[in-house]
């Protein structure tokens, strides 16, 4: 595995991200203005060129083309083609996708995350950052043709402009705790609702390459590309809610007896009573265990980030990947030893391994074969010795 192309305070400075989770972070909008160096190797035209033409990789499921605020049917722009297990599916042609380009539409390539290594390292940035899972959206506009009328997202959105000009407005309203489901996100209300709830014009900028825009889940805005083509990415983070909670917990009850028994017919009511109140004090009796809140941290550990890879062919071993918790972590020399200070604890660390828990600090994440490349002079056992140090301290966390 390479060095990881970016890091999320590369993404976000000049903001520091310490500084970032403190003022900005599920609280209002940042606009960061960027340059071409900040995306260096992230995405390109080139990039979603070839992208395209993997046509095997795409449907109308993941490719989607919008206009003046309207879905594309598939069918103006996709054939019906066997896949190999002989089932149909609907799959972009590419001249037919261009076409439509000119004629002003966006078009919108979903799932883009693990597509190529700069979106990739991108994505894996803000996941370690955020503690969340993150999908990436590519927004290929032109034409001043309007894609979507002012709206919110259900998820909190980094968007990264890569290609071209695009003028986004960001409105005062914010719809309280949106979530993907009828009622509660973007879709369930009129245009006349939502026209009303997102307030005054708060900002309005230009964004152009390099230039990062952060909205929180439930901002209100809308975007407008120039005459001229424009490219930008969409990093959303899927974060659980309480209802989450409740939902991992309704899949575990199965295993109790009395959740399977069947209810009494409606009409026996003392019957269905005396079972309903078996049943909620047992749902009680699961609820005040104290380890309720420890299962669920790690069922959503594994889902952050049981997306990601720890191949390395051709060896046999998996990589042992780590994410690196001690964001704004100082390092502060004292004597002949350092301190390392997180944001909890103070612990000290010897003068020889200074060098790398600085060079950990650094990253987002990393993996141990990176580790070793880059202090060839020291040994494995020390390498470990160092690993198992730090995620006692809780300076990182593996994931693999």
Not at 311 to 316: Q, R
Not at 352 to 372: G, N, S
């Amino acid at each position: 595995m390479s060095e990881p192309l970016t890091t999320f305070r590369q993404l976000m400075a000049p903001i520091t991200p310490e500084q970032f989770f403190e003022e900005y972070y599920d609280k209002k909008a940042l606009y960061i203005p960027g340059n071409a160096e900040k995306i260096a190797g992230i995405c390109s035209w080139d990039h979603i060129n070839d992208l395209l033409q993997m046509v095997t990789n795409w449907s109308d499921k993941n490719l989607k083309i919008v206009i003046d605020a309207k879905t594309v049917q598939p069918q103006s722009f996709c054939e019906k083609v066997a896949n190999r297990d002989r089932l149909g599916s609907m799959r972009p042609q590419p001249n037919k996708v261009a076409q439509l380009f000119e004629q002003g539409t966006t078009v919108v390539l979903d799932l883009m995350e693990t597509m190529n290594p700069g979106v990739r390292a991108a994505t894996e940035a803000i996941q370690m950052a955020t503690g969340f899972r993150v999908s990436c959206n590519a927004y290929c506009s032109r034409q001043q043709r309007k894609a979507f009328d002012s709206h919110f997202d259900s998820m909190d959105v980094f968007a990264l402009h890569i290609e071209g000009t695009k003028t986004w407005r960001i409105y005062k309203g914010r719809y309280e705790n949106p979530l993907e489901r009828d009622g509660y996100d973007n879709a369930s209300y009129s245009p006349e609702f939502l026209e009303k709830d997102k307030g005054e014009l708060l900002m309005e900028i230009e964004m152009k390459p390099g230039d990062m825009l952060y909205l929180p889940k439930g901002v209100y805005h809308d975007a407008l590309a120039s005459t001229q083509a424009c490219l930008h990415l969409s990093f959303g983070t899927t974060q659980p809610c309480g209802l989450d909670v409740i939902n991992w917990l309704t899949s575990s009850l199965s295993d109790i007896p009395i959740m399977r028994q069947a209810m009494p017919a409606y009409n026996l009511e003392q019957a269905h009573d005396d079972l309903v109140k078996q049943v909620t004090e047992k749902l009680t009796e699961v609820l005040q265990e104290p380890t309720i809140a420890a299962q669920f941290r790690r069922e959503q550990r594994t889902f952050a980030f049981e997306g990601l890879s720890n191949i390395s062919f051709p060896g046999p071993e998996p990589l042992k990947r780590f994410r690196v918790l001690g964001l704004g972590a100082k390092l502060k020399r004292r004597g002949s030893d350092w301190r390392l200070t997180t944001c909890s604890e103070d612990h000290t660390i010897a003068a020889d391994i200074q060098p790398m828990v600085e060079w950990i600090l650094a990253h987002d994440h990393f993996d141990t074969k990176t580790l070793a490349a880059a202090f060839e002079q020291t040994s494995s056992a020390d390498l470990d010795a160092l690993i198992i140090s730090l995620t006692e301290k809780k300076v990182i966390d593996p994931f693999y």
